[in-house]
């Protein structure tokens, strides 16, 4: 699995749009990027993922450049409770399925009053 | 629907001492993954569970081993703990061969091994 790249951490002010970065840059055709936060104490939580194209759900947006060689995780009005460590994670699917997840050491967010 | 469960939420151990952990995946999952997480480090993947059978393995030594029973409820077991098994042992779950979309892992909370 391709390696991931982020800061160490990030500071985001209540209500602002926090963009976390993601460097993937020896990513493969045929991985995907994921996402996952995990708040203190808690374990991880899927956020969202993506191949090629932007995707947005109810609690993030994925924008992946063209390159595919970078990402950034989009939470649009952050919230003291989206204080957490954000992990990115490049992933291919061997035949069945089986998935073999490598995380980093993610950022730390930390959403400020 | 409950999500993903582990038990003990603790435990403390002693060095040399054999310990199991256990799992129970979220409604609808067939498949397991065990991480071990060390504090301030990301969860590192220790292996998976699909049909009972363990189909990946990550870099862990074979005092690491696991089981996966019928129900697809999972055991993780590690013998002779050395001190650096300290951490918080996760498990995953996820629908094995439900397609791209469903690779979506949903994590336990986790238990916390201390090893003296």
């Known amino acids: 699995d391709a390696k991931t790249t982020q800061p160490p951490s990030m500071d985001c002010a209540e209500g602002r749009a926090a963009n976390l970065p993601c460097n993937h840059s020896t990513i493969s055709g045929n991985e995907y990027v994921y996402w996952y936060r995990q708040i203190h104490s808690q374990g991880p939580q899927y956020i969202i993922h993506g191949l090629k194209n932007n995707e947005t759900n109810e609690m993030a947006s994925l924008i992946i450049t063209e390159d595919r060689k970078s990402s950034t995780l989009i939470l649009p009005h952050a919230t003291l409770r989206d204080t957490a460590v954000y992990y990115c994670i490049v992933r291919v699917a061997d035949s069945g399925g089986y998935q073999k997840v490598t995380f980093g050491t993610g950022t730390k967010l930390q959403v400020i009053p | 629907d409950a999500g993903v469960t582990q038990s003990p939420t603790h435990l403390i151990k002693t060095r040399g001492q054999q310990v199991t952990l256990r799992c129970s995946p979220k409604s609808g999952h067939d498949t397991v993954s065990w991480y071990q997480q060390a504090l301030g480090q990301g969860p590192q993947f220790i292996f998976q569970y699909y049909e009972e059978e363990e189909r990946q393995r990550g870099n862990f030594p074979d005092r690491f081993s696991g089981h996966q029973f019928p129900n697809y409820s999972s055991e993780l077991n590690v013998n002779a703990l050395l001190l650096g098994d300290s951490a918080l042992y996760l498990c995953?779950?996820?629908?094995?061969?439900?397609?791209?979309?469903?690779?979506?892992?949903?994590f336990g909370p986790g238990t916390r091994l201390t090893v003296t």
């Open positions: 995953a779950s996820n629908r094995g061969l439900a397609g791209v979309s469903s690779y979506e892992q949903y």
